[in-house]
């Protein structure tokens, strides 16, 4: 990264940067001092359910499918709008002093989401989630409701709209075809989860005969626009397909070790081509929002369990940033002209900086909580460490989020 490394000013005009690393001689604008700090490009959590921060810690040590049906399933049936709203302004805030710039979500009332993420400043890409259970009338009524999120966030500053069918198991073939066409139509993105468990892969090629990136290949649904979620058990002709089709793919390590998913072939994926990034899945099962801490847990995990000594941490900065943006059709993730303004200044003088022998290193393996200052869109969301620069409006954020949480796990 020391080639990649500049000494210099900043200079951001109309919300992109217009000068990196040149001595900016006009100070009349707003002028933060530098020194000590190191610009580093925002993150992009590529997958996650925000509003999911209202249930951390609630249901812990168990197998995706026994997670999902006994505990997070029946307390979402309990949702309400309300709460959406409280768990995601959570989220958003955790995710800012953290250096995430954007992120990627899929969960229920898309417009309590989106006010969220006004209030706070950040941009993201919205997933209009749904469910058909293989049942017609079920698909019927979510497409009507996808369709109505997805106009009401289209145009909208901060907002990426996408359609987020939510996996293989509860989402039929027809609905993933016309899930597909309503992205298209407007526009907007994709999001899905695939084959996060053995379990899962299993099931579907029984009942479908072929391998699932086979059968949604077949079905036209794999894209440019898409990003899957974990993508763990597939074989090297299932990678070689996503890659020729452009999709990304959103690699969850904490969240895959902690429910015991399974082991992502990075490198694999890098030979192949695909546009790899980097998601923390929700709170639920992770249970941080930090893309710091995804960074250094997808390093080791190849280092220990592929025994890949020589995997580099670049792989997983560039995953975090710049692959991440690309994933959203975003000219951002890279601190240089003409990009997106979004990044966050690391205070150097931090214990965990010290010393620096290697930038890259130490952002990626001991940088816990160095965050500064965060922008995005050349705006300070984060100032000197909180929020808005207010921690009162941090502490609000935090208690709405806990009355919310009481009501729902009580």
């Given at each position: 990264m020391a080639e990649n490394t500049l000494r210099g000013d900043l200079l951001i005009e109309h919300s992109e940067f217009a000068g990196v690393g040149e001595v900016v001689r006009d100070k009349s604008g707003i002028v933060i001092d530098g020194r000590n700090y190191a610009a580093v490009p925002g993150f992009a959590n590529a997958h996650t359910h925000a509003a999911?921060?209202?249930?951390?810690?609630?249901?812990?040590?168990?197998?995706?499918?026994e997670w999902l049906e006994n505990k997070i399933w029946p307390l979402e049936k309990k949702l309400k709008p309300k709460h959406v709203y409280a768990g995601t302004k959570l989220a958003c805030v955790e995710m800012l002093k953290t250096g995430c710039t954007v992120f990627t979500d899929m969960y229920f009332y898309a417009e309590e989401i989106a006010k969220a993420v006004e209030d706070c400043g950040i941009r993201a890409c919205i997933s209009s989630a749904f469910f058909d259970f293989f049942s017609e009338d079920i698909l019927e009524e979510s497409m009507k409701r996808v369709e109505k999120d997805i106009k009401n966030l289209s145009n909208r500053k901060l907002i990426i709209p996408a359609v987020g069918p939510h996996a293989p198991y509860t989402v039929s073939l027809e609905g993933l075809n016309r899930a597909k066409e309503v992205a298209e139509e407007n526009n907007a993105l994709l999001h899905f989860h695939l084959a996060e468990t053995e379990k899962e892969v299993k099931e579907f090629e029984k009942k479908n005969g072929k391998k699932v990136v086979k059968v949604l290949d077949e079905i036209g649904f794999l894209n440019k626009r898409l990003t899957v979620a974990h993508a763990i058990w597939l074989e090297k002709e299932e990678i070689r397909i996503l890659a020729e089709r452009g999709v990304s793919v959103a690699h969850c390590p904490v969240s895959n070790m902690k429910l015991g998913s399974g082991v992502f072939n990075y490198r694999g994926m890098l030979e192949a081509g695909v546009n790899v990034c980097l998601g923390t899945d929700g709170a639920a099962s992770n249970n941080s929002l930090s893309i710091l801490e995804e960074m250094k847990f997808a390093a080791l995990l190849q280092k220990v369990y592929r025994n890949d000594l020589e995997f580099k941490a670049e792989y997983?900065?560039?995953?975090?940033?710049?692959?991440?943006?690309?994933?959203?059709?975003?000219?951002?993730?890279?601190?240089?002209?003409?990009?997106?303004?979004?990044?966050?200044?690391?205070n150097l003088n931090s214990v965990s900086f010290c010393p620096n022998h290697n930038l890259l290193a130490n952002l990626v393996y001991s940088a816990s909580n160095s965050v500064v200052y965060t922008f995005v869109n050349g705006i300070p969301v984060v100032e000197n460490g909180y929020f808005m620069g207010d921690v009162e409006k941090e502490l609000k954020v935090m208690e709405d989020a806990r009355k919310a949480a009481e009501e729902l796990c009580q």
């Open positions: 999911m921060t209202l249930f951390r810690g609630y249901a812990e040590d168990m197998p995706l499918m997983v900065f560039r995953a975090a940033t710049e692959n991440g943006y690309r994933a959203l059709k975003l000219r951002g993730g890279k601190i240089e002209k003409g990009y997106i303004a979004d990044f966050a200044l690391y």
